[in-house]
């Protein structure tokens, strides 16, 4: 079981998938006033560097699952280096439709959402494993600037215009579903920067090291035009940002 290869390719190097700097996820971790022993359920959880470095900041406890064997096997690395493997376990595994035994404090699913079938589907999935009381995480992308086009729409990575809404928008649409919007962290251009810039070299070193690769067509098309697309688009249109939630 793994996710398309090209993801694995191009963010190899990367230690967060997404547009969020370590310096966000920490602003994060200490916005949610997490306490010792707190348990933190995280779908999608790539290589793991928010359920890491949370636990050795917070000495929460947490369990991540990710499709991506890559990315898992990386995780787990992460958490050897910072000395919180007893606390923080990652499962290798399809996170659609999982659902913890024990509740959670926090249960986050960043970046992510089409593991339940987009944001609606993804919070239900994530409240079957939280205690009540908890905190839902989401990581989403929104327009920024919205798309005069579909065109525009889709040089920024989407399928679609209707696929993101507006910020004020999703964030209606939270309280539309029944909850609080009680916290929230933004990611900023420097952040897409952090996220889209480092696949480039991960992707000129991987087409140096792998000339006879079946993939490597798709590799140099992509870095030939994902700097330019990159600047014109999805820096200027989409934002993202993770968004803390606990039910009515
Ligand atoms: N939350 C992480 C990763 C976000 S990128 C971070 O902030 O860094 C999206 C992640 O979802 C990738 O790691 C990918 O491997 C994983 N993924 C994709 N489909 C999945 C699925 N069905 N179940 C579990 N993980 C999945």
């Known amino acids: 079981m793994d996710i398309p290869r090209i993801f694995t390719i ?59 064997p890559l990315f898992t096997q990386q995780a787990k690395l992460r958490a050897d280096e910072l000395g919180v493997a007893e606390r923080i376990e990652f499962i290798h595994n399809d996170a659609s439709g999982y659902v913890t035994e024990k509740k959670c404090d926090v249960a986050a699913c960043v ?23 908890g905190i839902l995480l989401i990581g989403e992308p929104y327009w ?38 009680v916290e929230m962290v933004l990611a900023d251009q420097e ?4 996220y889209v810039a480092a696949m480039w070299l991960t992707m000129r070193r991987w087409l140096e090291s792998n000339p006879d690769d079946d993939m490597v067509e798709e590799v140099r098309t992509q870095l030939t035009t994902a700097p330019k697309r990159h600047v014109a688009y999805t820096r200027e249109y989409l934002g993202w940002g993770v968004f803390a939630l606990m039910a009515r």
Request: proline share 4%; with cysteine.
């Open 10 to 68: 191009c963010e190899s190097a990367h230690r967060i998938h997404n547009p969020f700097t370590p310096e966000k996820f920490a602003i994060l971790g200490a916005a949610l006033r997490m306490e010792p022993g707190m348990r933190v359920l995280d779908l999608g959880s790539g290589s793991g560097e928010m359920l890491c470095t949370w636990a050795r900041d917070y000495t929460i406890t947490g369990t991540g699952i990710d499709m991506s």
């Open 111 to 133: 970046g992510a959402t089409w593991i339940g079938g987009g944001v609606a589907g993804t919070m239900e999935l994530l409240s079957k494993s939280l205690k009540s009381g």
């Open 144 to 181: 920024r600037q919205l798309p005069a086009t579909e065109e525009i729409a889709i040089e920024c990575g989407a399928t679609a215009l209707s696929d993101f809404l507006t910020l004020p928008e999703l964030v209606s649409s939270f309280g539309t579903l029944g909850y609080d919007v």
């Open 191 to 194: 952040g897409w920067d952090r």
